[in-house]
Nanobody, 112 residues
Framework: QVQLVESGGGLVQPGGSLRLSCAASESIYTMGWYRQAPGKQRELVADITSFGATNVAEFVKGRFTISRDNAKNTVDLQMNSLKPEDTAAYYC?????????WGQGTQVTVSS
């Protein structure tokens, strides 16, 4: 079982920044971040392969940046220019073969 440990959530003002980090217990090909607001479906924010190829959701392009350190088995999400609509529980995701693994979730709240 792959273990994912997340950190970095919190409360910020609109226009502020947060950095989320996720550490995996082993090397994973594709890692990324999803988010889920109350009453809504979970949606992809961004993901990245071990080769550095990325997918970034249109609604965060230009504001969020995903990166990883393969030696440390970590993936980070730098979130800038945060908006109230970014408020959600953010989940680290890892894919190995056909199996998906999930972190416990970390809350991001953007409010003035």
């Amino acid at each position: 079982q792959v273990q994912l440990v997340e950190s970095g959530g919190g409360l910020v003002q609109p226009g502020g920044s947060l950095r989320l980090s996720c550490a995996a217990s082993e090397s994973i090909y594709t890692m990324g971040w999803y988010r889920q607001a109350p009453g809504k479906q979970r949606e992809l924010v961004a993901d990245i392969t071990s080769f550095g190829a990325t997918n970034v959701a249109e609604f965060v392009k230009g504001r969020f940046t995903i990166s990883r350190d393969n030696a440390k088995n970590t993936v980070d999400l730098q979130m800038n220019s945060l908006k109230p609509e970014d408020t959600a529980a953010y989940y680290c995701n890892a894919k190995r073969g056909r199996q998906n693994y999930w972190g416990q979730g970390t809350q991001v709240t953007v409010s003035s």
